[in-house]
Nanobody
Framework: QVQLVESGGGLVQAGGSLRLSCAASGSISIFSFNAMGWYRQAPGKERESVAR???????NYADSVKGRFTISRDNTKNTVYLQMNSLKPADTAVYYC?????????WGQGTQVTVSS
């Protein structure tokens, strides 16, 4: 059984920063990770991909967050991070962590990020 636990969300003013964390636990070997990533879903909108990091460390970002967000991972802790800088009200959403482990998808419970103008 794999569990993903997110933390780090909250309320911040526009221009501020937050760092999200997602820790994976369970019977996991680092060699089982295919990819980890962050998604977000704003009210009334579909869930969208924000950032992704592959098993080899390659990264991909949504155009809307390029240059502002950085995804990273700590393999020793089975944890992925999302550093979010220069936050905008449009970044307000529930942020979800996703891990692809042994080619199966696992999701966290989500953490709320609210950016005030």
């Amino acid at each position: 059984q794999v569990q993903l636990v997110e933390s780090g969300g909250g309320l911040v003013q526009a221009g501020g920063s937050l760092r999200l964390s997602c820790a994976a636990s369970g019977s996991i070997s680092i060699f089982s990770f295919n990819a980890m990533g962050w998604y977000r879903q704003a009210p009334g909108k579909e869930r969208e991909s924000v950032a992704r990091i592959g098993s080899g460390g390659s990264t991909n970002y949504a155009d809307s967050v390029k240059g502002r967000f950085t995804i990273s991972r700590d393999n020793t802790k089975n944890t992925v991070y999302l550093q979010m800088n220069s936050l905008k009200p449009a970044d307000t959403a529930v942020y979800y962590c996703k891990a692809v482990i042994d080619f199966k998808d696992y999701w966290g419970q989500g953490t709320q990020v609210t950016v005030s103008s």
